[in-house]
């Protein structure tokens, strides 16, 4: 799967359509799995949030950056415009996520959010409200029944959703700050605009100190960041007249 293909919410062709409605927390679901293990087989659209890749960088005691260099495909989202990370499935072993060890996952305590939902997936509104659906597997295999929160509570999703809307919040606002940027700064300068949204959200973290008051703090100095961009681009177009 190409680069362009995929965005922060995965797939950029993916639609949730009528077969695919939201479902209440208290609602039961039920999917058929065989546990061959090939849902973290030939994955291009295991996308990771700065929170899932803190999250696998503490569980490695690793620098995030060394985490996203080591097991992870970086690109630009061509939608979003924003840093989109993910992880990069081994072609020398087929093509299994780099992860896997024999159909367990090495990281299960830190699964990246897209896996710990599986099959289900989840959706942010703008004012955070959050909700839950049913991806089509497609698997035959034993029939697995479950409420939608006690799911959700097997990996610990519902403890870490305050940070997964925030995370998703400052993305929707970020695609607009970088969509009115991109018009006004030179190339060079959206390069290094492209840098300092890296550093923001996924590496200039340490997994040893939580991670949202680092969100936070990350956030305020993008903005400075963003700014003097702006103004050094201004001085420039006005020495220019
Ligand atoms: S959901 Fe499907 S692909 Fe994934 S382990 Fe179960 S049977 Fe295999
Ligand atoms: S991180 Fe774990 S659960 Fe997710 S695809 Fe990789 S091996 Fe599978």
Same mark, same amino acid.
């Given at each position: ?6 965005? +922060?919410?995965?797939? *950029? $062709? ?6 695919? !409605? ?33 999250? *696998?960088?503490?569980? #490695?005691?690793? !620098? !995030? @950056? ?8 970086? &690109? ?16 020398? $072993?087929? $093509? ?22 599986? /099959?289900?997936? %989840? ?11 049913? @991806? /089509? ?56 605009? @492209?840098?300092? +949204? ?20 990350? #956030? %305020? ?11 050094? @681009?201004?001085?420039? $177009?006005?020495? &220019?007249?």
């Amino acid at each position: 799967m190409r680069d362009e293909a995929i965005d +922060l919410c995965g797939q *950029i $062709n993916f639609t949730r359509t009528d077969a695919m !409605p939201l479902l209440e927390r208290d609602a039961q679901f039920r999917f058929a799995c065989a546990g061959c293990g090939n849902c973290c087989r030939g994955r291009e659209d295991i996308v990771l949030s700065g929170y899932d890749l803190w999250r *696998i960088a503490a569980r #490695l005691r690793l !620098p !995030p @950056q060394i985490v996203a260099r080591g097991y992870c495909r970086s &690109s630009i989202g061509r939608v979003s415009h924003l840093p989109v990370l993910r992880l990069a499935p081994v072609k020398e $072993n087929r $093509n299994n996520c780099p992860f896997l060890t024999e159909n367990h996952c090495a990281i299960h305590e830190a699964e990246p959010l897209v896996c710990a939902l599986y /099959p289900l997936a %989840q959706e942010i509104s703008r004012a955070g409200e959050v909700h839950y659906f049913l @991806q /089509p597997t497609g698997c035959g295999g034993q029939v697995i029944e479950a409420r939608v929160q006690d799911y959700l509570a097997r990996y610990d999703v519902p403890a870490r959703e305050a940070i997964d809307v925030r995370w998703a919040q400052t993305c929707m606002a970020l695609e607009d700050t970088v969509e009115r940027l991109e018009e006004v700064l030179s190339p060079v300068l959206v390069r290094r605009m @492209q840098a300092k +949204l890296w550093q923001a959200l996924y590496f200039g973290y340490d997994y040893a100190q939580d991670y949202l008051p680092q969100l936070e703090a990350n #956030l %305020q100095t993008l903005d400075t960041e963003l700014r003097k961009l702006t103004e050094y @681009q201004k001085k420039r $177009n006005d020495s &220019s007249k």
